[in-house]
Protein backbone atom coordinates (compact mmCIF):
# COMPACT_ATOMS: atom_id res chain seq x y z
CA UNK A 1 0.00 0.00 0.00
CA UNK A 2 1.20 3.39 -0.80
CA UNK A 3 2.03 5.59 2.27
CA UNK A 4 4.59 6.73 4.45
CA UNK A 5 6.50 3.79 6.31
CA UNK A 6 8.09 4.26 9.87
CA UNK A 7 10.00 1.76 11.97
CA UNK A 8 10.79 0.88 14.52
CA UNK A 9 7.05 1.50 16.51
CA UNK A 10 8.70 1.23 19.41
CA UNK A 11 12.34 1.87 21.14
CA UNK A 12 13.60 2.11 24.24
CA UNK A 13 17.16 3.56 24.37
CA UNK A 14 19.52 4.05 27.54
CA UNK A 15 20.85 7.59 28.32
CA UNK A 16 23.74 8.39 25.53
CA UNK A 17 23.08 5.46 22.70
CA UNK A 18 22.52 6.75 19.58
CA UNK A 19 19.62 5.34 16.83
CA UNK A 20 18.21 5.49 14.04
CA UNK A 21 14.44 6.32 12.69
CA UNK A 22 13.79 5.54 9.47
CA UNK A 23 10.86 6.60 7.35
CA UNK A 24 10.36 5.81 3.66
CA UNK A 25 7.71 7.08 1.48
CA UNK A 26 6.86 5.35 -1.88
CA UNK A 27 4.65 8.12 -3.60
CA UNK A 28 7.39 9.92 -5.19
CA UNK A 29 6.59 12.69 -2.83
CA UNK A 30 9.57 15.43 -2.94
CA UNK A 31 8.95 17.00 0.55
CA UNK A 32 9.61 14.92 3.60
CA UNK A 33 9.59 15.89 7.34
CA UNK A 34 9.96 14.44 10.93
CA UNK A 35 7.60 16.08 14.14
CA UNK A 36 7.71 15.22 17.76
CA UNK A 37 4.49 14.88 19.79
CA UNK A 38 4.74 15.29 23.17
CA UNK A 39 1.23 16.03 25.27
CA UNK A 40 -0.19 19.63 25.20
CA UNK A 41 2.56 20.59 23.01
CA UNK A 42 1.03 19.68 19.25
CA UNK A 43 3.66 18.72 16.55
CA UNK A 44 6.89 20.29 16.66
CA UNK A 45 9.13 20.42 13.35
CA UNK A 46 12.29 19.08 13.61
CA UNK A 47 13.95 18.36 10.39
CA UNK A 48 12.06 18.96 6.65
CA UNK A 49 13.58 18.26 3.24
CA UNK A 50 12.03 19.58 -0.14
CA UNK A 51 14.00 17.45 -2.18
CA UNK A 52 17.08 14.74 -2.48
CA UNK A 53 20.11 16.22 -1.08
CA UNK A 54 18.33 19.66 0.40
CA UNK A 55 17.59 19.38 3.76
CA UNK A 56 16.60 22.40 6.76
CA UNK A 57 16.24 22.84 10.33
CA UNK A 58 12.88 22.86 12.27
CA UNK A 59 11.90 24.44 15.75
CA UNK A 60 13.65 21.77 17.54
CA UNK A 61 16.72 20.21 15.37
CA UNK A 62 19.16 20.09 18.77
CA UNK A 63 19.87 16.47 19.09
CA UNK A 64 18.76 15.22 15.91
CA UNK A 65 20.64 14.54 12.63
CA UNK A 66 19.02 13.91 9.58
CA UNK A 67 19.93 13.21 5.15
CA UNK A 68 18.32 12.68 2.23
CA UNK A 69 20.29 10.70 -0.08
CA UNK A 70 17.48 9.46 -1.95
CA UNK A 71 13.33 10.85 -2.43
CA UNK A 72 12.08 7.82 -0.78
CA UNK A 73 13.99 7.69 2.56
CA UNK A 74 14.85 10.35 5.07
CA UNK A 75 16.54 8.92 8.36
CA UNK A 76 16.74 10.84 11.70
CA UNK A 77 19.53 10.46 13.70
CA UNK A 78 19.36 10.81 17.37
CA UNK A 79 23.48 11.53 18.00
CA UNK A 80 23.27 10.80 22.20
CA UNK A 81 20.13 10.24 23.49
CA UNK A 82 18.48 12.20 26.21
CA UNK A 83 15.62 11.49 28.61
CA UNK A 84 14.01 15.04 26.85
CA UNK A 85 14.29 12.98 23.21
CA UNK A 86 11.56 10.45 24.99
CA UNK A 87 8.31 11.56 22.28
CA UNK A 88 6.30 9.70 19.70
CA UNK A 89 7.90 10.63 16.48
CA UNK A 90 5.83 11.41 12.83
CA UNK A 91 7.35 11.22 9.61
CA UNK A 92 5.33 13.14 7.00
CA UNK A 93 5.37 13.59 3.13
CA UNK A 94 3.55 15.71 0.55
CA UNK A 95 4.32 16.23 -2.91
CA UNK A 96 4.06 20.08 -2.81
CA UNK A 97 3.06 21.35 0.44
CA UNK A 98 -0.37 23.22 -0.76
CA UNK A 99 -2.03 19.02 -1.12
CA UNK A 100 -1.07 18.07 2.76
CA UNK A 101 0.80 15.94 4.16
CA UNK A 102 0.78 11.96 4.10
CA UNK A 103 1.81 11.03 8.25
CA UNK A 104 3.71 7.60 8.88
CA UNK A 105 2.30 6.09 11.98
CA UNK A 106 4.75 7.27 14.17
CA UNK A 107 7.94 5.92 16.49
CA UNK A 108 7.14 5.81 20.30
CA UNK A 109 10.93 6.49 21.80
CA UNK A 110 11.76 5.76 25.47
CA UNK A 111 15.10 7.17 26.65
CA UNK A 112 15.79 5.71 30.18
CA UNK B 1 7.12 34.75 14.28
CA UNK B 2 4.46 32.19 12.56
CA UNK B 3 2.25 30.36 14.99
CA UNK B 4 -0.95 28.90 15.22
CA UNK B 5 -3.15 28.90 18.31
CA UNK B 6 -6.04 26.51 19.11
CA UNK B 7 -7.80 28.21 22.15
CA UNK B 8 -9.33 25.58 23.30
CA UNK B 9 -7.85 22.13 25.02
CA UNK B 10 -10.69 20.18 25.06
CA UNK B 11 -14.13 20.53 24.33
CA UNK B 12 -16.69 17.47 25.23
CA UNK B 13 -20.05 17.81 23.08
CA UNK B 14 -23.27 15.46 23.13
CA UNK B 15 -23.81 13.31 20.44
CA UNK B 16 -25.76 14.90 17.68
CA UNK B 17 -24.83 18.54 18.86
CA UNK B 18 -23.08 20.29 16.39
CA UNK B 19 -19.43 21.59 16.61
CA UNK B 20 -17.18 24.03 16.34
CA UNK B 21 -13.57 23.73 16.84
CA UNK B 22 -11.24 27.28 16.98
CA UNK B 23 -8.00 28.33 15.20
CA UNK B 24 -6.12 31.44 14.80
CA UNK B 25 -3.00 31.65 13.11
CA UNK B 26 -0.47 34.64 13.04
CA UNK B 27 1.54 34.87 9.48
CA UNK B 28 2.76 37.64 6.87
CA UNK B 29 0.92 36.22 3.80
CA UNK B 30 -2.31 33.73 3.80
CA UNK B 31 -0.95 30.28 4.15
CA UNK B 32 -2.08 27.48 3.48
CA UNK B 33 -4.43 26.31 5.96
CA UNK B 34 -5.07 22.45 7.60
CA UNK B 35 -7.03 20.30 9.42
CA UNK B 36 -6.06 16.86 10.72
CA UNK B 37 -7.58 14.20 13.16
CA UNK B 38 -5.67 12.00 15.16
CA UNK B 39 -7.22 8.92 17.07
CA UNK B 40 -5.77 7.00 19.86
CA UNK B 41 -2.38 5.68 19.31
CA UNK B 42 -2.52 6.62 15.09
CA UNK B 43 -0.77 8.22 13.04
CA UNK B 44 -2.94 12.35 11.64
CA UNK B 45 -5.27 11.59 9.03
CA UNK B 46 -6.22 15.37 6.89
CA UNK B 47 -9.79 16.16 7.23
CA UNK B 48 -9.25 19.08 5.16
CA UNK B 49 -7.35 22.27 3.09
CA UNK B 50 -7.15 25.22 2.27
CA UNK B 51 -4.87 27.47 0.07
CA UNK B 52 -7.06 29.71 -2.18
CA UNK B 53 -10.82 29.87 -3.98
CA UNK B 54 -14.13 29.72 -1.76
CA UNK B 55 -13.31 30.19 1.55
CA UNK B 56 -15.87 27.41 2.69
CA UNK B 57 -14.35 24.09 2.18
CA UNK B 58 -15.55 20.21 2.68
CA UNK B 59 -13.79 17.89 3.88
CA UNK B 60 -14.25 14.43 4.38
CA UNK B 61 -16.18 13.03 7.40
CA UNK B 62 -18.69 15.41 6.99
CA UNK B 63 -16.54 18.63 8.13
CA UNK B 64 -15.94 21.60 6.95
CA UNK B 65 -13.86 24.75 7.98
CA UNK B 66 -13.99 28.58 7.01
CA UNK B 67 -11.34 30.22 6.13
CA UNK B 68 -11.81 34.26 7.96
CA UNK B 69 -8.80 36.57 6.53
CA UNK B 70 -9.97 39.72 8.79
CA UNK B 71 -9.73 37.55 11.73
CA UNK B 72 -6.92 35.32 10.49
CA UNK B 73 -8.92 31.98 11.78
CA UNK B 74 -9.94 28.81 10.33
CA UNK B 75 -12.50 27.43 12.20
CA UNK B 76 -13.54 23.65 11.76
CA UNK B 77 -17.56 22.70 12.19
CA UNK B 78 -19.72 19.75 11.69
CA UNK B 79 -23.27 20.10 11.76
CA UNK B 80 -24.01 17.02 13.94
CA UNK B 81 -21.40 14.51 15.92
CA UNK B 82 -20.59 11.13 16.08
CA UNK B 83 -18.95 8.83 18.60
CA UNK B 84 -16.43 8.11 16.57
CA UNK B 85 -15.36 11.75 16.02
CA UNK B 86 -14.06 11.61 19.58
CA UNK B 87 -10.51 12.68 18.92
CA UNK B 88 -7.74 15.16 19.09
CA UNK B 89 -8.02 17.73 16.03
CA UNK B 90 -4.30 19.94 15.12
CA UNK B 91 -4.96 22.91 12.86
CA UNK B 92 -1.64 23.44 10.63
CA UNK B 93 -0.59 26.14 8.62
CA UNK B 94 1.82 26.03 5.73
CA UNK B 95 4.23 28.41 3.61
CA UNK B 96 2.70 29.28 0.98
CA UNK B 97 4.46 29.40 -3.43
CA UNK B 98 6.18 25.88 -1.86
CA UNK B 99 8.33 28.15 0.21
CA UNK B 100 9.86 25.78 2.97
CA UNK B 101 7.64 22.62 3.17
CA UNK B 102 7.32 22.84 6.48
CA UNK B 103 3.71 22.41 9.09
CA UNK B 104 2.94 24.56 11.74
CA UNK B 105 0.95 22.72 14.53
CA UNK B 106 -1.60 24.43 16.93
CA UNK B 107 -1.60 22.37 20.18
CA UNK B 108 -4.88 20.18 19.30
CA UNK B 109 -8.15 20.33 20.82
CA UNK B 110 -9.10 16.87 22.00
CA UNK B 111 -12.87 16.25 21.36
CA UNK B 112 -14.88 13.81 23.98
CA UNK B 113 -18.71 13.06 22.51
CA UNK B 114 -21.00 12.15 24.99
CA UNK B 115 -23.83 9.14 24.30
Known amino acids: NAGVTQTPKFQVLKTGQSMTLQCAQDMNHEYMSWYRQDPGMGLRLIHY???????DQGEVPNGYNVSRSTTEDFPLRLLSAAPSQTSVYFCASSYDGAGGYTFGSGTRLTVV | AQSVTQPDIHITVSEGASLELRCNYS??????LFWYVQSPGQGLQLLLK??????LVQGIKGFEAEFKRSQSSFNLRKPSVHWSDAAEYFCAVGAPNNQGGKLIFGQGTELSVKP
Open chain 1, 49 to 55: SVGAGIT
Open chain 2, 50 to 55: YFSGDT
Open chain 2, 27 to 32: YGATPY
